[in-house]
């Protein structure tokens, strides 16, 4: 299926200058959280964002989502490059209440001296401009209803909910303002298992609801899998994959994906053996800019790659992959 563009991001960037010591002198360090990002994300698609702890997604999210500024590129978001307007200006902006976040932890992301109806009032207010009584009643109890939450528990407070039910709250706070994208950051990984499978139902639900387009963020790849149209594999600030869900998963082109991939858990079936990575993990402190940046735990590495960092390159239809070798696929 071909989406119309939402969001296009071009060679995004996120460098947090690094404190030296008193002895020390130089040039300044940089850590490179976030480097040289493209992504695009359609009206109605549904893109995953994968890797390990560290390796920049939560940063991204961030950036994404005006809370942090980047240091260079582009945040096109129908039509507007969002870049340009400064995070600590970005709540005000008429283009806040079409981009939401939801956190990871349904607790801390929720104001502990509001109830479940004032979380979900409060964006409605100030996003919204909804301040009459009535109205704001009737909406709170819309997105209450719509998330499967109970309208009874519209006045407790965080610490009276279950995990589950602050997760619908979050959501529905989310949904209330009516977005066109949403970006979950690790959305169920708080929650048991049981409540997580809810949770994704009710999020695959909004989506085909409300052509709600989503960036879903986490560390399990068999819930991306199911998910998400797409998928974009991020190692140490950079995305060195990219492409269908479905066909990333099935044959990996990147070997850091494929590392991913034959980690993953199955059912009934024996696991493939798993090729550790032989070397340490390269550091995000002012990496080589002609290195690649996963190739001292490569088992493939070559020469080429401490001489000339790969770039993203088409490897099949609608495919990507940041590797001078990449894996055959079938």
Known sequence: MTYAPLLRVDHLAKRFPMRKGLLRRGAPSFLHAVDDVNLTIGAGECVGLVGESGCGKSTLVRVLARLLDATDGVIDFDGENLATVPAGRFAGHPRRRELQVVFQDPTESLNPRYTGFDCIAEPLRLLAGITEAGELARRVEEAATEVGLPLALLGRYPHQLSGGQKARVNIARAVAVRPRLMILDEPTAALDVSVQAIVLDLLADLRQRHGLSYLFVSHDLNVVRLMCDRV?????????????????????????????????????????????????????????????????RCPKAHSKCSEISPSLTSAGTAREVACHFPLTMA
């Open 232 to 296: 974009m594999v991020m190692y140490l600030g950079r995305i060195v994959e990219s492409g269908p869900a479905a066909e990333v998963f099935a044959n990996p082109a990147h070997p850091y994906t494929r590392l991913l991939v034959d980690a993953l858990p199955r059912l009934g079936v024996p696991a493939p053996p798993v090729e550790l990575p032989a070397g340490e993990p390269g550091s995000p402190i002012d990496p080589d800019p002609q290195q690649c940046r996963y190739a001292s």
